[in-house]
């Protein structure tokens, strides 16, 4: 079990900003460059009449709360029975609905991109400016106590209609963001990807603002790039030299003998 989570960042004012203030900046999904990821998108492979009966139970309660119990069971047998739930073209059309719904919810929230590892090669080309930046290094359980964190499952398929209705059953659809907010295509799976998800709308200090602090104990250590600058990283250390909780350094170097990463004490 993954004791540490890590945040491969470039070396810029912006970034150095954060660090001093102990801070994360929560993306909206919509930022994010995978056209794929955060997109409410599941398939109705596999569903059954069972899950349109749940299906069009919450959504009469919902719209028709006057019926009863009684009623509103008679009303969806009637839907059942039309066979309304297997049309292709009516399918597609509420699931464009769905997707505009979903899709405008999920983008009210705010995420915090993290790894299990800190020596991937392609994490630190790709997220800490060709290995010129540095990697931070959380206490997973300090950062778990403070937002919800949760790895990202990885899967060749879109999410299923009968995962979205379960999803709904078992956590309510307030919950419901998080089956398409960590589920990503097997292409993204070396990253081991964690996720803190965050409600900006929910705080009651700052309304709507999607910058966060962690608590300051929960970054333990910084690894400098493997080719990160001296100046670069006296910069750095000048953003968190004077901090109660001691920070400790590592330096990522490239093996001698095979193409990967290795992190020894700086």
Known sequence: MNSFLYRYESVSEKNLQRLRRNEFHCTAPSEFNDPFDCKTLFSFDGCDDNDWRLYFDMKLEHEEPHLTFKERRCKIEQIIQTGQQKDLEARNAQLKIWREILEQETNKLGIVCLSAKPNDILMW??????????????DKKILEK?????????????????????????????????????????HWE???EYRLIVDPSSRKDLPGDRNYNYPEESLVAIIWGCQMTDRDKEKVQNVVGDRACPIFYFQAKKSKSAYKIEIEPA
Not at 125 to 138: A, E, I, V, W
Request: hydrophobic share 30%; charged share 20%.
């Open 125 to 138: 080309s790709h997220y800490s400016n060709k290995h010129r930046g540095y990697c931070l290094k959380f």
């Open 146 to 186: 403070a937002f919800y964190c949760s790895p990202v499952n990885y899967n060749s398929l879109y999410p299923t209609f009968t995962a979205y209705i379960e999803e709904i059953v078992q956590r309510g659809s307030n919950e419901l963001h998080k089956t398409f907010l960590l589920t990503k295509s097997v």
């Open 190 to 192: 070396y990253e081991e």
